[in-house]
T-cell receptor, first 114, second 113 residues
Framework: DGGITQSPKYLFRKEGQNVTLSCEQN?????MYWYRQDPGQGLRLIYY???????QKGDIAEGYSVSREKKESFPLTVTSAQKNPTAFYLC?????????????FGPGTRLTVL | KQEVTQIPAALSVPEGENLVLNCSFTDSAIYNLQWFRQDPGKGLTSLLL?????REQTSGRLNASLDKSSGRSTLYIAASQPGDSATYLCAVRSRTSGSRLTFGEGTQLTVNP
């Protein structure tokens, strides 16, 4: 089955730790995205990548980092610089890089800071 | 800057009712609009994608319309069922934001048996 997988489903972080959230897709999609979802707020874009070895900051990139070494993988690292990282994180992808494509989402990772 | 608003924030209806969810956006220069469904603690499931040149899209009991000039879209759900209970989000891709989607905050729908 083709799709987007995110792991882990739940993640707990101690203050001062960096953690990495995994996102993998076997859809052969070109573009991948990371969003953050907080209660009562819409999804906010953290980073996106339209091609391997290239990525752009979204609206709330501070305290996060990404890499895109392979087309199918787009891991997100939440660094200790992110002051309020507790949230639901969603990875998404689109087939191409033009503006007319449908966006598909993974199941999400819930990150909690202890 | 594109802004997307969904009203109401929550809606509760009896089973079998036809209902309409609303989405409005401030910048009418859009490429497309996408409706999603989100169950509690889950990711988003794409329901319908409407390109800017289209007026509506249909999938089963769902019909989404788009009026670009007025900055509005509606999602019509026919003969609602308890399994339709979820949060429904709309998102637009506009010329001013490139490939990014701008999301509304969603409408939480409860269909009571």
């Amino acid at each position: 089955d083709g799709g987007i997988t995110q792991s882990p489903k739940y993640l707990f972080r101690k203050e001062g730790q960096n953690v990495t959230l995994s996102c993998e897709q076997n859809l052969n999609h070109d573009a991948m995205y990371w969003y953050r979802q907080d209660p009562g707020q819409g999804l906010r874009l953290i980073y996106y990548s339209q091609i391997v070895n290239d990525f752009q900051k979204g609206d709330i990139a501070e305290g996060y980092s990404v890499s895109r070494e392979k087309k199918e993988s787009f891991p997100l690292t939440v660094t200790s610089a992110q002051k309020n990282p507790t949230a639901f994180y969603l990875c998404a992808s689109t087939p191409g890089t033009d503006y007319y494509n449908e966006q598909f989402f993974g199941p999400g990772t819930r990150l909690t800071v202890l | 800057k594109q802004e997307v608003t969904q009203i109401p924030a929550a809606l509760s209806v009896p089973e079998g009712e036809n209902l309409v969810l609303n989405c409005s956006f401030t910048d009418s220069a859009i490429y497309n609009l996408q409706w999603f469904r989100q169950d509690p603690g889950k990711g988003l499931t794409s329901l319908l994608l409407i390109q800017s040149s289209q007026r509506e899209q249909t999938s089963g009991r769902l019909n989404a319309s788009l009026d670009k000039s007025s900055g509005r879209s509606t999602l019509y759900i026919a003969a609602s069922q308890p399994g339709d209970s979820a949060t429904y989000l709309c998102a637009v891709r506009s010329r001013t934001s490139g490939s990014r989607l701008t999301f509304g905050e969603g409408t939480q729908l409860t269909v009571n048996p």
